[in-house]
């Protein structure tokens, strides 16, 4: 049977992904890669996966593109009414429990699985997984996307509690970079969000710098790079 080429391209958009959400001493580290796909197309190889909802949360996005969006949008517009009502930020829980609330309510017409990661004056930094269906989950760390299959061992093995900020981010980022590895719906760059006390902190990390596993290949310049350089040379083998 011949394959229908027209009928990956308009698929639905779909971030086959790895999301992570950590907690810290001080805080938490969010993380993600960067592909949505189009059926077996790569429609985006840069996008951005962790979505601000407020100054001190934001939340990690898989599955339909569409749906995790407006969920996000959503919620979003409602903390913003509760910070006027209220006078003061929304605490990460309420955040959580909003997406939480419309994510059950329509859990028959989204596909969309989130994790909320923030920092508050009155339980510091927490993470939630609300996963397709709409249940909620307060955890240490959470993972989901398609990568998170290949995950759940390595962080068996090296999760440990009260980590400082830059073990909870190197975690992160060595995290994502072996889910894309293995994963063919992740891949791209790694982001990350740090949110503590202090404020947070975005962190960039292309494909070329993340750590190479197993039988990965080293990165190379495409043939377009090379035309457009200045002085083109022979591409290496």
Known sequence: MDHDAT?????PHSMGTT?????????VVLG???????????????????TQLTDNVYICRSGSAA?????????????????????QPATVKVAANLVRLLSYSNKNMLQTGIIVGGWDKYEGGKIYGIPLGGTILEQPFAIGGS?????????????????????????????????????GASGGVVRTVI??????????YPGDKLPLWHDE??????LLDILNASNPEPMST
Do not use: P
């Open 32 to 50: 993600a890669d960067s592909r949505t796909s189009t059926g077996m197309y790569v429609a985006n190889r840069a996008s951005d996966k962790i």
């Open 7 to 11: 009928a990956d391209v308009n698929a």
């Open 147 to 183: 990568g998170s299959s290949y995950l759940y061992g390595f962080f068996d093995q090296v999760w440990k509690d009260n980590m400082t900020k830059d073990e909870a981010e190197q975690l992160v980022v060595k995290a994502v970079s072996l889910a894309i590895a293995r994963d």
């Open 195 to 204: 949110i503590n006390e202090e404020g947070v902190t975005r962190n960039f």
């Open 67 to 87: 749906d995790s969006q407006i969920v996000s949008d959503y919620v979003r517009y409602f903390l913003h009414q509760h910070t006027i009502q209220l006078g």
């Open 217 to 222: 290949l080293e990165a190379h310049d495409s």
């Open 19 to 27: 999301i992570i959400g950590v907690t810290y001493n001080g805080g």
